[in-house]
């Protein structure tokens, strides 16, 4: 339905665009879920709405999604002013991406003023997520000094408010531990924004503790960076960049379709196992062929 939802979209851009887009992200069990219904419930008390999406690329593969279990978010999934939305089932990042995209701009068409984008802390999700949002938190535990050095830079480098999360119980000192030597190491990172430098709490989604200072903050956000315009300018960079890659999917896709191509890309294809045909060579054959099919 290709056609249809490019009408729709189109319809539907005028009404768009009026929410703040948060990606959270984090490792499994580091508590993303109870996380968002603590901090979503707080959000629709504040008079918000809220839309729940994830970007789910494991989906494919166990067949469910991290959204699908029906115990996870169950206040916030019943609540009115509330959308909660599983992974779309999709093959590949990029396509869970660009449908999440897409339904990111439908629902706030329809009126939700904060976009919440989950995504397990694995493999790429993180940056295509960083790239469809306005700000980007990433949750972690509380852990030692050698622990810390396990995380992955470049994550480090993409967050905009790093949150240690489990600051409870007989953690505390611990969350506390690992908060100042996060702050540390914020320090020697890039980060995204000059007008932002990441800020470092702990908070405990179990007891509800540090929810409302995480929300001060993404406001706090949203204010620096809506008075330097950079907020805006990100957002239209953003969207520019989902026009390429939506160009370059389409003509993949139309390309791979293509009844001449498909006749001479396995050809192709074996002599560049086999080592025959140097990549760049096969991949000009093929251009070729559909351009002149
Ligand atoms: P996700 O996989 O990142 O979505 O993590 P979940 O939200 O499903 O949480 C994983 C486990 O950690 C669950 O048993 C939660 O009850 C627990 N959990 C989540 N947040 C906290 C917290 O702030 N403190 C404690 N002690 N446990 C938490």
Redesign the pocket.
């Known amino acids: 339905h290709r056609q249809q939802t490019a009408e729709l979209l189109e319809t539907l851009i005028p009404d768009a665009g009026n929410s703040i887009r948060i990606g959270i992200s ?1 490792a ?8 968002i219904e603590v901090l979503g419930s707080h959000l629709i008390q504040l008079g918000h709405s809220v839309a729940v999406l994830a970007v789910d690329p494991s989906s494919a593969v166990t067949g469910g999604s ?1 959204l699908g279990d029906k115990t ?1 978010m169950e206040t916030l999934a019943f609540a009115e002013k509330a959308f909660v939305r599983p992974s779309p089932a999709g093959s590949t990042l990029g396509g869970v991406a660009r449908r999440t995209r897409e339904s990111m701009l439908v629902c706030e068409a329809a009126g939700f003023d904060i976009i919440l984008v989950e995504t397990v802390g694995v493999g790429q999700s993180e940056t295509a997520v960083a790239d469809m949002t306005d700000m980007f938190l990433l ?1 972690l535990l509380p852990a030692g000094g050698d622990e810390l050095q396990g995380i992955k830079r470049g994550i480090m480098e993409l967050a905009d408010l790093i949150l240690v ?2 600051a ?2 007989d ?1 505390v000192a611990l969350a506390a531990r690992t908060m100042g030597d996060y702050r540390s190491a914020v320090q020697f990172l890039a980060s995204r924004f000059d007008e932002w430098q990441t800020p470092v709490m702990t ?5 509800n503790e540090g929810v409302a200072e995480v929300w001060a903050q993404v406001d706090a956000f949203k204010k620096v960076l809506s008075e330097t315009g950079r907020l805006q300018q990100c957002r239209a960079e953003q969207a520019k960049a989902w026009m390429w890659s939506e160009m370059t999917e389409s003509l993949v896709a139309d390309l791979k379709s293509d009844e001449r191509v498909k006749l001479l890309v396995p050809d192709i294809e074996s002599a560049v196992l086999a080592g025959e045909l140097p990549a760049t060579v096969g991949a000009q054959r093929v251009i070729n062929l559909y351009k002149n099919s």
């Open positions: 984090g499994p069990g580091v508590g993303k879920s109870t996380f991290i996870r949750l999360n489990k409870d119980g953690q908070c405990s989604s179990l007891n």
